[in-house]
């Protein structure tokens, strides 16, 4: 833990902390300072007290990246509010546990917002080459646990394309790519706005991925 942090605050400014440093276990007011470096599209929802919707963004600075999800009038508000490759301070956030199954970051944390949450756009600059990457070989796959986040260097083999559709009323879109590193070959799916990204065949690419999540999917 960063010692300046071992003081009391006996004002109302809140400490300036880094995304490796939030938990749930933060005694006093804080807030970040952090880049919006991905935008996943909004979804809906069903459940006992009704419907509703929800939006998720990767925030990311120099020590890490932490998922800001945000639900209903948050949800729409946000939407509003944040643009991607844009810098703010976040205030007034709530930490809560990251759920390994739905997890999109190796950060043992996610960020939500509430009604008291405040965001201002900052200028600041931000050097997205000094993010650190956490880069496995491919052959190291298998050996990983399910849901585990990494990074890959990998060759495009073959790209089957673009498929979409519906599913509990949201829009969602795939993209399968056969890949290798060496002798070792696997598949990765893209999702949703990362599917749509590069607008052409991806056959013959060498490509960095970050935060590739380590799941089965459709029995492979």
Not at 14 to 19: C, D, G, S, Y
Not at 22 to 37: D, E, G, L, M, P
Not at 159 to 181: M, P
Request: hydrophobic fraction near 35%; aromatic fraction near 8%; charged fraction near 20%.
């Amino acid at each position: 833990m960063n010692s300046n942090h071992n003081i009391l605050h006996t004002n109302d400014e809140p400490t300036l902390i880094t995304i490796a440093e939030v938990n749930n276990n933060i005694t006093y007011r804080w807030k970040i300072q952090a880049a919006v470096t991905c935008e996943y599209s909004k979804r809906t929802f069903m459940n006992t007290h009704g419907s509703g919707e929800v939006s998720n963004w990767d925030l990311t600075d120099q020590s890490g990246s932490i998922t800001l999800v945000a639900f209903n009038l948050n949800s729409h508000l946000m939407s509003n509010k944040l643009e991607k490759d844009k810098v703010y301070e976040f205030t007034n956030l709530s930490v809560r546990p990251a759920p390994n199954v739905y997890k999109t970051l190796p950060h043992d944390y996610q960020l939500v917002c509430n009604n008291a949450t405040r965001i201002e756009e900052i200028s600041l600059a931000f050097n997205y080459q000094q993010i650190a990457n956490n880069f496995i070989h491919l052959n190291q796959v298998n050996d990983l646990l399910l849901n585990s986040i990494i990074d890959v260097r990998v060759h495009v083999i073959r790209d089957y394309g673009i498929s979409t559709g519906i599913h509990n009323d949201n829009e969602w879109a795939r993209r399968d790519l056969h890949v290798s590193q060496d002798e070792t070959h696997l598949g990765v799916t893209l999702w949703n706005n990362q599917a749509r990204l590069i607008n052409h065949n991806m056959a013959g690419l060498d490509i960095q991925f970050k935060n590739v999540k380590i799941s089965w999917f459709d029995g492979k």
